[in-house]
């Protein structure tokens, strides 16, 4: 561990002081050469073009950014210290072109193949779903990956609008066909909301992927569903996925497909620390939405989240 | 089932596009001639002249209808789809006069009577409370009726402001009084917040109506607490009167009357499913004040619920 | 005149209530019947796929919509009264591809090309600035429009990072270029704010499009100017292209890039207003983003210069 | 003067601090001792069940006081010291019946009548437009009175809605009607916004009502229609209505219903001053609806409206 | 029990009317003659200097007045009716100086000194958490007292910034050492978030402060851990301060410096009812910030807390 | 001119992407090696703990970096290219102490003596408007300045409550008693609103310092009025410091003393481009409040006075 990738203190410097980085770690930008030392790069994905119906996300990355300067530097309950525990940066934002996807993915994947390349493990800040899918390209390039995934939608639908094939509503679809992702080794938690039909669910069904609808975390409680998550993914590599709107809209109301009847703060944060011990090779936090929750509430839930994805990556 | 009445499906049409009504279904206004084959109607009442604090439900039904077209076809976890089980249709809104309460009772029973005449069972966007008296005056025409009647207030008080008998902290004393609705086939449940006094309660226990408070809903459980409320009503008929301040005001902004320490949204669904099997009249959803949840957030949910109604009401 | 196409009066039923179309005018879908009588036609393009900024005018039909039961039937000053001079219709929304430019463009020029078939003039509501380009290519079809332009942009750019052709500041390059807009006839009225360079001006000045600056405006005064503004159109085919953004953002912060020190809410109406007399094919009111102001100031101003428009395209 | 009728200094406490009454004067209810002293009083009337079409301006007093805390004692322009030349203090505010229109109508009346009694001029702070009709017919009873009223609707309708008599937009007809004013000493100012018809105008006309619509203020100047407003009023004794709707809504978005293409806020003071000399016998600030702005914007802008009406009143 | 100490109701004053002191109490400043007959006291200290992040609640109390005039007489599941079973007044709030924190503290004091002087328990609104150190120096001057404090930080810290003693992160550190408090009888319960380092635990620890962490709270429940709170401050007396950010932030986003994951609104309650019968000396409620929640729902959850202390020290 | 100080260009990377600096410049901290290279640094001092009103302007900084990320390269009007005329970067914030008033004028003080002697002119975001007042006493070590201020407040008051003399309304006094300000060079512009009393008004007669009220501006216009200000502080050195509350609060809401009546954008723009010419030794922006402003609309016509700012610094 390195002392340069130690964050600012709020003992030191006032919390709303200062240029705002991912959770005030050093920027290191690809190319610079603090680079080679950084053992987890916090990464912006500032892109929503998959959106299928309200925008925002590309704004998530720098209103999270804003709210990572509120996050301290030891989770309070197992004193576990992330930063110590890993030299942790900020790479920056990878360049989108919002007005062109397939564009935008090559430029998400070419990134993402530099930072797996300098050994860099991501925690990504999206941007909406379709996010995930360039990433895995990057990732997955050993194999098919695992994938715990919390989320009100199971992201498994074919097309919309008539044969588009790159929404936010399909990422998982495609990581699976293009075998990014191993369905027997994938877990849906908190599935919910009214449904156009059953395409999606039919489709997980037919390759092995397990849904866990949102009734079933509430009667069997989050222990329980998160150990046969654990047992799903087991001790391969994996990915992390949380979609924002996993979380009830009363916690997180900065989001566009929000859905009601989900789990409170508390269990956002609990079905995180229960993947202690499994092998992330990367994790994302998705569908933050800031003009939607201009407030900040929505995003500071959101860095919370991503700090206990961050001690789980890191041991903790 | 005609095809005539099957919402605009989102994979179709974005859903923040076209003119908005209820859940995306044709607008079928008295007189037209599809509206002999409509079996349920959802119906706006944009009134709140009984309100004796903070005005805005007159705006619900325009946010509702809005938020509404986020709804979808299915039920997840019943897999019922309402649009299917019957023919749904947006009646319009009934014209109030915000200047005359009398005036404006009159103009909602006679718009309500021809509905019923139609063998059209409505589903009612508020509103505030006020507007459940001349529903039930409508209905209630072969004999009282059993409710169930989700709130944080009785709505039971004789009179505010030295004598003033129509506000929306009335509407069931009238109700009773008028013999509308059967006091003994009456529960209130989700009863809270800091009291005026006891007149209200003094009331229920007088006439038999059942009221249920909040503390008895956290320490029983939902399942149990609705048992009983099935029990209640029983077989007979029987209007379901849905306040949104029922939920907890941090899922529920939206609303003028606020009461904390209330269920939370999934709650507030379950309530609903809980009701399947009864034989259920009509039903509202009320004191939705948009302008103190411009976010739509409260709207949102307010819809998700009126979704499950229309579940329950078509056999789901 | 039909009375058909006369609007709900507020006298009659208050202006919150009904489902809202624009204007509180009749809703008729390409296809209906009563399409053969309409006049003027409003339309809503809810996309905003082009935008390289802030999204959000994807949601400005639906809050058009609700903004415009505001309007009333009558214009203050003239005593002109539109909706009696032609009949007005609203058409509904364009159906959208949010996820891909090319098919929405073609659905935007379908749609238009049957609304000109059927001798409709267009009044749209997108939408970003993109939306002009496919409505131009359905109305230019006997030959290049004049047109005049209220902006605090040229949208005159050849394209963005690193190529891409097709967004909000590249329609009016475009329209040039495929020859639907005569440049010798364009106008661009308020263009100010700091600028990337000068690779759009040089391109108007060498078509021979005239920039009229907001210092320009300020100094000379409006009468000055749009009396030039007309010279330059003539009485040839003219569409009319106003950017929200054009207006100062204190008045109209419900845009995506706005540009401080633009005129007042007032010049906005008068620079509409200087139009009377002009042959107009159609007009659009664009860049309206209701997440950036839902209280719907910006809407209501939007709408209101949209019932402007109509005056001085129906002889007001 | 007495010194108990200075406000609390900003020096001494902060504006933030303290129980909040208008400008930081005493709260002298109607029968406390004190009242004989007071020569000025400020008054709420919270009250907007004559509103048509958004209300809320019932809760405009509260919020009127909040923002007034940032009043200072002195004019800065003409060094006048309101709170010096005459005795001001807080009489509460008027108890209103939000669900019985004709009720609360008595209840101002009878308030008004003992404030007049008590020889103190009233500057009232609403509630909507209705509010002046009560207050004139207190005021009004040795005789009509002039009146100066800025606004951008007449407020002389005959009725809505089939015939309801009393709304916000009737009031000064009946207030003639009852010769409450003398028409031919009333000129209305800042006239603006699309028209229903020109009932209300022909009535203008036709009593000698004299009409001032925006155009003219922006074309010959605030000081020329001003000394035509000064001349219409004369010497005798005269009231002054200033709705907060008479102001740009970028200005004052804080109300039900709003007009595009007003005056700034600099030019709504100015209106003001231009009033010295006149014999104000009582005015009013209406139309403040905090629902529609909870920044307080608008009600400081009211409240620095209210103190230039507090100097004319008082000799400034 | 004097009738001149019944809050005005609303059922005959609207809520929204009225001067807003605290409950609808009558105003009794220092000095007054009336302050001889208070009980209890509810007093604002509107101070925010002692914030090291986001400041705004020295607007709290003026907050807090306008929304407690929501809450009524009588406590619904006890029935208990606290402005019955004591004198209960407004005092008013103490001047601070905003831009001298020693100053400040003084003036604190010596306003608690006279309060208790007077034989008044006070019930305070603040203000950030450092005001809890004044008003303590005024409480303890027979001996330290005990506290149950519900907060999701400690405030045990030494110092900030390098030596700042005074700041809303350090009052009990202070209390501790200056023998106000006698740490074997302080309980905190609530505590959460991530942590800079384990010093302020520490010290706990050393001194003897019992810390239960929010997964304590939900591990072993309400009842078992408020049992332990009541053994832990005994009969003697004892001190109760509240920092709503003890509550999640869905419910109670209007605070500087939220910690996700914490209890909801009926938790939030039910731990106050669990206080019954302790000896309670004075109770504050304080980090109400209005600039982060201007709808006013974490002012009214806060209000209904402070009823329910209110509520305790009556003998509810 | 180096290519490493250009600011990225929003047609290579969107506007909404990318760590947030000061117009998209480098980040060079004090002590970095390209620290020689500069020319003119932008500074935020994210500090109000002067504040005697409405606290926020610490959060200034930040959100003026994000929203300044829309400013583009060159000015539309002259062309002028800034940063190509000189070097420009953001220098970083100086770290406040919020709770300690004497501690942070040293921390200032001490900051921009080493810009000063880095040869480095400062462009300064504040925080209040304490800030410039630690920034005149590291610039004017060479003598007294002329200043060049625009606000509605002098900020030439004495102390407040009862003796403190560091506050956001006493700086300029101050300066002018430690001999940083020459007072027959400075200029105050804009002055308007309540007043206390005539003490500050007093004071700057007896030095010297020449006030401009508002009226005197709208009377004269600007370019006369800043013809005046020109002459007034001539070619010696010269301070400029701009308080946002210059500005109508339409335009600029977001601050905490705001006073009606301003100039609009356009003229707050216009003044600035008035002072080409000057020598300008630095510069400030102040009294930017996020918390009143979430939009961002009042600190993106903040970024766009200080862009203005920065032309005339480089010879624009």
């Not at 130690?6 to 680079?35: I, K, N």
């Not at 030891?74 to 062109?100: K, Q």
């Not at 997180?252 to 009847?261: I, L």
Request: charged share 20%.
């Amino acid at each position: 561990m390195s002392n340069d990738f130690q964050p600012v203190s709020g003992f030191d410097l006032p919390r709303f002081a200062g240029v705002p980085t991912f959770m005030r770690l050093p920027h290191v930008p690809l190319g610079a050469p603090g680079l080679r030392d950084v053992g987890i790069g916090l990464i912006g994905i500032p892109w929503d073009s998959g959106t299928t119906n309200r925008p925002g996300p590309r704004h998530g990355p720098r209103q999270l950014r804003d709210l990572s300067t509120m996050i301290r530097a030891e989770h309070a309950v197992t004193g576990h210290r992330p930063f110590e525990a890993a030299n942790c940066a900020d790479l920056g934002d990878v360049g989108p072109n919002p007005a062109d996807i397939l564009d935008t993915l090559e430029r998400v994947s070419a990134f993402y193949s530099e930072v797996r390349a300098a050994g860099i493990r991501p925690l990504t800040a999206g941007g909406d779903h379709l996010c995930s899918l360039p990433v895995l390209r990057a990732l997955a390039k050993d194999g098919p990956l695992g994938m715990v995934h919390f989320d009100s939608h199971t992201d498994l639908f074919h097309s919309y609008f008539g044969g588009t094939m790159y929404t936010h509503g399909t990422p998982f679809r495609r990581a699976v066909e293009e075998e990014l992702l191993d369905p027997k080794r994938v877990v849906q938690i908190g599935i919910r909301g009214t449904a156009y039909d059953r395409e999606d669910r039919d489709f997980a069904e037919a390759v092995g992927i397990r849904v866990i609808p949102i009734e079933e975390v509430f009667d069997r409680g989050v222990a329980d569903v998160m150990a046969e998550a654990r047992d799903i993914v087991g001790t391969a590599p994996t990915y992390v996925s949380y979609d924002i709107d996993f979380v009830d809209p009363a916690y997180a109301p900065g989001t566009g497909t929000p859905e009601v009847g989900g789990p409170n703060s508390y269990q956002a944060l609990q079905v995180v620390r229960a993947l202690s011990g499994l092998d992330i090779v990367g994790a994302d936090m998705v569908e933050v939405s800031p003009p939607f929750d201009t407030s900040g509430g929505t995003a500071f839930l959101a860095v919370s989240i991503m700090f206990e994805l961050l001690c789980v990556m890191t041991g903790g």
